[in-house]
Every structure is written in structure tokens, then in C-alpha cells.
């Protein structure tokens, strides 16, 4: 999948603004940005759901939107609400989905008897969607819409409304997939689940900010991290945040994570020591959240 110059307008709000981007077969490739980033325009646009104003996309070696029908017979699509249902029980919506797809009647009964139970709802196939948990509906929703067994799949936030396990097992299933060939493109506002994927596009304000392995992304941050434990902890950080080289803090238990510019620990270190703060101060490794943290405030600074 390719995408150069992507951009959307609604409006007079540049909702994407000139991304490019690139994704190979099998990958999973995750879009991580604050609300209102432009990720799900991203998706749709990719998908051929939504006509870019300006740009050229290449998917599976189709142009979009130009060939959007063709594609989506290809493509799967997870929406953020699942997009289920819900007055039908869990067999209806896969049959409803199958014949949308224009499976044929045996197709579709094999099709959906494997996904029943690949995806643990046999048990649940009489019930109304709309009773299910939302783990369970998220399962459904996956089942769905893999019934066409698409090349590509794009998942918009699919663990927003599930528990920490279920969220588990459903990564476990896109492994699965991608291990099987399936590209995957994914948005999240997780770290965690950021991190699994093989690559990553970090968006802030429609532009795309960082792009990389999240291990690379992390290596990369031009920024260093500072870890600080001692006394008066909320005060030393009310101190740090009014300090234009500081990026941004977090307590993490009796710790204070500081993100800074790169070189500016020493002198951060000893200025506040001359405010009278008692403290023990070491270097860190960044993780995934530094980097989205610095990557999202010092584009977002400039622009302004
Ligand atoms: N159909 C639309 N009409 C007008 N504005 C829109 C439309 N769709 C999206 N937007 C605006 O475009 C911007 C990007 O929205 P988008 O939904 O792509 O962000 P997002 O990163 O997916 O956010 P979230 O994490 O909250 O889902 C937002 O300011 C949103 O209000």
C-alpha cells in the first residue's frame, strides 16, 4: 500500500495533510494520534470509503478511489462501533454479511460454521448481537469481517470497548493473520498495543509527525528522558513544566519520568538543585510514549 501527498479537506479544516505513506504484505502497520488526529479520515481514505482532495493511493496494486468496488471485495474494515447488528443474533449478522459479500449459499454456511468457532461464539450464535459483551461483539465483528477472506484489513480503535484480555487475545488473532499473509493497518491511542506493531505512524493535527519500528522511533527520539525520585516530587514538577526544554512529566509511583531536549539535563539538573529540591536523577530509555509525547508537542508548537 502506498500513499503520497494524502490530504483532506472538510471544509476549511485540513483534516490530513499531506501524508505519504508506505505498508508491505503481512505487515502490521499502526496510525497512533491523540483524538482528532485524522486517523479514522486516514483509513477511510485508504480503504476507498472516503475521496482524498488531494493525492494519489495504490492498494494491492489498485489505484483508489478510482477502483474502490474492485478493492473492497479485497478489503476487510473494523469500524470503532463494530458496526453490528444489533436486533440480529450472531449467525444472522454472518449471514447477512455473507451475502453482501456474494458468497454462495455453501460457501457461506462453511465459511460461518469455521468462524464460530475459530472465534468462540458458537455457543452464543442464537443470541442478539446487541446483548453481547464488548469483547464478544469485537469477536464478531473480526469474524465478519473476514468472511470474504480479505488480503488487507483496516481496524479503527477495535479494543477501545473490550477488557485488557480480551484485548490479548485479539492481538494473538492478528498475529495470526498477518502470519497468513494479511496486511493490517490498525489505529490505537494504546501504547501497548502500538508497540506490537511493525511499524508505526504517529499523526498529530492531519500530518504525519514520526514513522518507523516503534524500537527505531524509540532509538531515534532526538530528546533524552530523566528519571527523578526524592522528596516534593509534585512540586519539582510543577517546576519542571515551566521550563520550555522540558516536553513533558508523568509520576509514575514515587518516580517523576522527564522528558527534555536533548542536552539539557545537566543544566535542568542543577538549576533545580539551586531551588532547594533534594533529589536523585538518572538517564532512562525512552519508550513508546516519549516519543509520542515529544513527537505531538513540538510539531504541534511550531504550528502555532
Ligand atoms: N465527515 C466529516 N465532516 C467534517 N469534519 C470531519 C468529518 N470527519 C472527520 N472530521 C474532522 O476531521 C478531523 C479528524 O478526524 P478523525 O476522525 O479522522 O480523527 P481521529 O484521529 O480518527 O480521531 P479519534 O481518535 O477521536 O477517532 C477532526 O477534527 C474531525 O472533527
Not at 82 to 101: K, M, R
Not at 193 to 213: F, K, M
Not at 261 to 286: I, K, M, Q, V, Y
Request: net charge negative; proline share 3%; hydrophobic share 35%.
Amino acid at each position: 500500500m502506498e500513499a503520497r501527498g494524502l490530504s483532506r479537506d472538510f471544509g476549511s479544516l485540513r483534516a490530513v495533510d499531506g501524508v505519504d505513506l508506505s505498508v508491505k504484505r503481512g505487515e502490521v502497520y499502526g496510525f497512533l494520534g491523540p483524538n482528532g488526529s485524522g486517523k479514522s479520515t486516514t483509513l477511510r481514505m485508504l480503504c476507498g470509503l472516503l475521496r482524498p482532495s488531494e493525492g494519489q493511493i495504490r492498494v494491492l496494486d489498485l489505484p483508489v478511489p478510482e477502483q474502490a468496488e474492485e478493492l473492497k471485495r479485497r478489503i476487510g474494515y473494523m469500524t470503532q462501533k463494530f458496526s453490528l447488528y444489533e436486533d440480529l443474533t450472531v449467525s444472522e449478522n454472518l449471514q447477512f454479511l455473507a451475502s453482501i459479500h456474494g458468497l454462495s449459499y455453501r460457501l457461506a454456511k462453511q465459511r460461518i460454521e469455521e468462524s464460530l468457532s475459530r472465534y468462540r461464539l458458537d455457543k452464543l450464535r442464537r443470541q442478539l448481537a446487541g446483548t453481547m459483551s464488548g469483547g464478544q461483539k469485537q469477536r464478531l465483528a473480526l469474524a465478519g469481517c473476514l468472511l470474504h477472506q480479505p488480503e488487507l484489513l483496516l481496524l479503527d480503535e477495535p479494543t477501545s470497548a473490550v477488557d485488557p484480555q480480551s484485548r490479548r487475545d485479539f492481538w494473538a488473532e492478528l498475529f495470526q493473520l498477518a502470519d497468513a499473509g494479511v496486511t493490517l493497518l490498525v489505529s490505537t491511542h494504546y501504547m501497548d498495543e502500538a508497540e506490537r506493531c511493525h511499524r508505526l505512524a504517529i499523526l498529530e493535527r492531519g500530518r504525519l509527525v514520526a514513522d518507523g519500528t516503534p524500537a527505531d522511533l524509540c532509538r531515534e527520539l532526538p530528546a533524552d528522558v530523566f528519571s527523578l525520585s526524592g522528596t516534593r516530587l509534585r512540586e519539582a514538577e510543577t517546576w519542571l513544566t515551566e521550563r520550555n526544554e522540558v516536553l513533558g512529566t508523568a509520576q509514575i509511583g514515587s518516580h517523576l519520568r522527564v522528558l527534555a531536549e536533548r542536552g539539557s539535563g545537566d543544566e535542568l539538573r542543577s538549576a533545580l538543585s539551586n531551588e532547594g529540591f533534594e533529589f536523585d536523577w538518572s538517564n532512562t530509555p525512552a519508550n513508546l510514549e516519549d516519543v509520542f509525547v515529544a513527537a505531538t508537542r513540538a510539531k504541534g508548537e511550531t504550528r502555532q
